[in-house]
């Protein structure tokens, strides 16, 4: 897939303005487990998570706590709702049994509770609005191109964020489709991990500077396998650099045995 995106002149290397589209590839694709079952492939979810019926059904239940905020018919995603209303509809879809917002994989759900609807709803609205819709510098240049499709959720996601944080802006009354706020809502997990995976890039002084940027196969890949693993990917000394705050911990346990580099001495 990396190499199907580089140019025959430098196979090694590809311009960090594509990592998105080989997300794109890799999340379609998908894995396949130790049995031979279909999974979702770990260094990326699907660009668009599908929804099973019992999931259009909350979302189409939804609607009724809403009555005259909601302006159309549930099954449209023509359907629009103001700027001022999209938290409430959020948070009683996330409440509605079979929601598609409180099940294993989204944010803010806890797949080890007993309980069915043990999610949590604030930790999701807060992904939702937190995490980038377009991606682009501070001065403009996109990092992603394809994720311009999106302005729109980018517009309302700045709205929402001035709102969380005390501010009143304009445009409460203003307008988006239930179809906008469907697709965020299922690119939610891709995105979140692009987010990551351009963190990952950062923290080892490879950040995208413009349009002629370009990562190396090992830059790619070491990047995808410490955004899956976390910390069980990176060595102590690297722990160290990204959380400063657990320096006892990580001392204790080169004390224990490890070297400077999380390695066992002999």
Request: glycine share 6%; with cysteine.
């Amino acid at each position: 897939m990396f190499r199907s995106k580089t140019s025959d002149v430098a196979p090694e290397l590809l311009d960090y303005n594509r990592i998105w589209e080989l997300l794109d590839e890799v999340g379609t694709a998908g894995g396949h487990s130790e049995d031979g079952s279909e999974i979702e492939h770990p260094f990326a979810p699907p660009p668009r998570e599908e929804w099973s019926k019992e999931n259009e059904m909350a979302w189409k239940l939804s609607f009724n706590p809403l009555g005259s905020k909601i302006d159309g018919p549930p099954d449209s995603d023509d359907t629009t709702i103001e700027y001022r209303f999209v938290k409430e509809f959020i948070l009683t879809l996330y409440e509605e049994n079979q929601s598609p917002a409180c099940v294993d994989g989204q944010p803010g759900y806890d797949n080890t509770a007993e309980k069915y609807q043990e999610g949590d709803s604030k930790v999701y609205w807060e992904a939702l609005i937190g995490t980038q819709a377009v991606f682009k510098t501070a001065s403009g240049e996109m990092i992603a191109p394809e994720s311009a499709q999106y302005a729109p959720w980018e517009e309302f996601r700045q709205w929402a964020i001035d709102v969380e944080q005390g501010k009143d802006p304009a445009g409460a009354q203003e307008k988006m489709s239930m179809g906008l706020i469907r697709e965020a809502m299922q690119t939610l997990r891709f995105r979140e991990n692009f987010k990551y995976v351009l963190t990952e890039f950062e923290f080892h002084n490879r950040p995208f500077k413009n349009e002629s940027s370009q990562l190396t196969y090992d830059e790619v890949l070491r990047s995808f396998v410490q955004n899956k693993m976390g910390h069980a990917a990176l060595t102590l000394e690297e722990q160290l650099r990204r959380d400063p705050s657990r320096e006892s911990e990580i001392h204790a346990s080169l004390d224990d045995g490890d070297d400077e580099f999380g390695e066992a001495k002999e």
